[in-house]
Every structure is written in structure tokens, then in C-alpha cells.
């Protein structure tokens, strides 16, 4: 009978944190709904924010921890990058360029604990990829957008090493 009773309180008191936990970040960062009225207005908001020769300009669609979608306007080429942790997911919403990945990082830098750039990619595949594209970069994987057409829009999804539960 105290085994049950302790299972029971041990349940309890999981569901409770659960609760507690689902309460605090629906207040916070649970946003569940982007409509294409709410990213079309994200990506003239990115258009107008660019500064000259900036490569990338970063908009969040929607989040809910860990995860996050993320709109990219990219109207030229960017650095070469590498999450060590972390998976990135992109779907190519407009425009077209060439995306690098593979191969190895040139004038690598650390940016973070967990990123790295460099200046470009060395032996890497090139794919052109554009309008309705999906691609999964796999963590630990370098990869850039190395040419752009016009301008390139993206949504991108990082997906942390574990999913939901990851660190």
C-alpha cells in the first residue's frame, strides 16, 4: 500500500510541474498561429529594416521552447555556418540561390558555445534550391547560402540535439 501511495504522490506531483511548466511558457513564448497575412507583413518588415549590405535579416514567425520558426531574408550571400547542436530545417518561401553543405569551414571562428562560422565552405555539395524547397541541415553539418537570385526567403526551424527534451 505505500508503494502505491508513493507512485500515486510522485504522479501527482509530475503533473503538477507539467502544468505549472505548460502555464509559464503559455504566458511567455507560446505563439501557435502565424497567418500568411502575419508573414507577408514579416517580410516587408525585413525588407525595410535591412541595412546596406547586411546578408540576412532574422524575423520570428512563431515559438514555442525550444523550438522556434523563423523568417530569413537574405537578399545576398552569407557566411558559412555550423550548428555542433542542433539540427536547422529551412523551406524556401520565395526567391532562389545556391545552398552549400557539407565539407569543411574556411577562416572558421567561433561565434557561440555551440556555433561556428567562416568565410566560406570547402568541398561542399552546391544545390540550387528555390520556391517551395525543404531542406534539413543535420547538426554538426557546415552549410551556406553561398549565391542568391533576386532575394532569398526562408523559414527556418532549429530543432535542438533531443528534441523537446534537450538541454
Known amino acids: 500500500m505505500l508503494g502505491i501511495m508513493r507512485v500515486f504522490i510522485a504522479g501527482f506531483t509530475f503533473s503538477l510541474f507539467t502544468v505549472a511548466l505548460f502555464a509559464q511558457q503559455?504566458?511567455?513564448?507560446?505563439?501557435?498561429?502565424?497567418?500568411?497575412?502575419?508573414?507577408?507583413?514579416l517580410i516587408a518588415k525585413a525588407k525595410a529594416e535591412r541595412k546596406e549590405g547586411q546578408a540576412n535579416?532574422?524575423?520570428?514567425?512563431?515559438?514555442?521552447a525550444p523550438y522556434s520558426a523563423n523568417l530569413e531574408y537574405r537578399p545576398i550571400a552569407g557566411s558559412a555556418s555550423v550548428?555542433?547542436?542542433e539540427a536547422e530545417m529551412m523551406y524556401v518561401i520565395d526567391g532562389s540561390g545556391t545552398l552549400v553543405t557539407g565539407g569543411k569551414l574556411v577562416g572558421e571562428t567561433r561565434t557561440n558555445a555551440t556555433n561556428l562560422s567562416g568565410?566560406?565552405?570547402?568541398?561542399?555539395?552546391a544545390r540550387k534550391v528555390s520556391k517551395g524547397d525543404f531542406i534539413v541541415?543535420?547538426?554538426?553539418?557546415?552549410?551556406?547560402?553561398?549565391?542568391?537570385?533576386?532575394?532569398?526567403?526562408?523559414m527556418t526551424i532549429k530543432v535542438p540535439r533531443g528534441g523537446a527534451g534537450a538541454p
Open 57 to 64: 535579416v532574422i524575423e520570428k514567425i512563431l515559438q514555442f
Open 83 to 85: 550548428h555542433e547542436k
Open 119 to 125: 568565410t566560406a565552405i570547402q568541398g561542399g555539395e
Open 137 to 154: 541541415v543535420p547538426e554538426g553539418t557546415p552549410h551556406q547560402i553561398a549565391a542568391v537570385d533576386g532575394a532569398l526567403v526562408l
Open 26 to 41: 503559455s504566458s511567455t513564448s507560446l505563439q501557435t498561429f502565424a497567418s500568411s497575412a502575419d508573414v507577408t507583413a
